[in-house]
């Protein structure tokens, strides 16, 4: 039995949340597939728009695949008064997207955050686990060439 079928069985046996069933659709395959929302919403006979309401009011979940690499800018509030907006805009102009997005190359998902608990380190960047402090618009232009192949 395929892994997607396990899912919609544990489902069912389980009489589970549907959001259980989409976080267990989004770690199966990244994000939540167009695809398999359909098959799912067929196979459970769930109307498909309940799937997407529910997985575009939990910023938990993605309909599109993330990058390669994920960068977070922080803007909250002590990052924002030290330049985060700079960044922001540094990024999203370098990597010609906007927060909530991926580039065409696929290398990054850019994504603004309300704090990553490292304050005093701001303004704040973090691509994968990596923590980047003190950053302004030149640094993380500079920072994002590290992370392109
Ligand atoms: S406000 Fe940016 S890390 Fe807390």
């Known amino acids: 039995m395929k892994n997607l079928d396990r899912i919609i069985n544990n489902f069912k046996t389980n009489k589970g949340s549907l ?3 989409l976080q267990d659709i989004s770690d ?4 939540l597939p167009e695809k398999v ?3 799912v919403s067929s196979k459970l006979n769930v109307a498909l728009s309940h799937f997407y309401s529910l997985a575009t009011f939990y910023t938990s979940f993605r309909l599109e695949p993330m990058g390669k690499h994920h960068c977070s800018i922080c ?7 030290r330049g985060a907006t700079m960044v922001v805009e540094s990024i999203e102009r370098e ?8 580039t065409e190359d696929g290398n990054f998902t ?3 955050v309300n704090c990553l608990g490292a304050c005093a380190l701001g303004p704040l960047v973090v691509i994968d686990d990596d923590y980047h402090g003190n950053l302004d618009g030149r640094k993380a232009i500079k920072l994002l060439k590290k992370y392109e192949d």
């Open 19 to 21: 959001i259980g069933l």
């Open 28 to 31: 199966l395959y990244g994000y």
């Open 110 to 112: 850019v994504e603004t």
């Open 75 to 81: 803007v909250g509030t002590a990052c924002h008064v």
């Open 95 to 102: 990597l010609n997207v906007k927060a909530g997005e991926t």
């Open 37 to 39: 929302l359909e098959e």
